[in-house]
């Protein structure tokens, strides 16, 4: 069964008038303890891009010279954009 709404009655806005007289005191700084902290868990995969994103080139040949299958690729592609 359907129950109709009805309104609530509305109340008038409360207004604090100071005297002119009396001066506002300068607002205080926000505190940290009380902020919220979020916390954020990255994929083992994004943390993996996120390294290679952030590798030096220096890093990249090294990698490359063990026989990281990526690194040869990156540095075959830097090498022929250099070409080019």
Do not use: F, W
């Not at 409360?14 to 009380?34: F, G, I």
């Amino acid at each position: 069964m359907i129950n109709p709404v009805s309104r609530a009655p509305q109340s008038e806005p409360v207004v604090n008038a100071a005297p002119a007289t009396q001066q506002a005191a300068p607002p205080k700084a926000p505190s940290t303890t009380s902020t919220p902290k979020d916390s954020v868990q990255i994929s083992n995969a994004a943390q993996a891009a996120l390294q290679e994103i952030i590798e030096t080139p220096v890093q990249t040949a090294k990698e490359a010279r063990t026989g990281d299958h990526q690194a040869q690729t990156l540095l075959a592609k830097e090498t022929t954009a250099q070409k080019t």
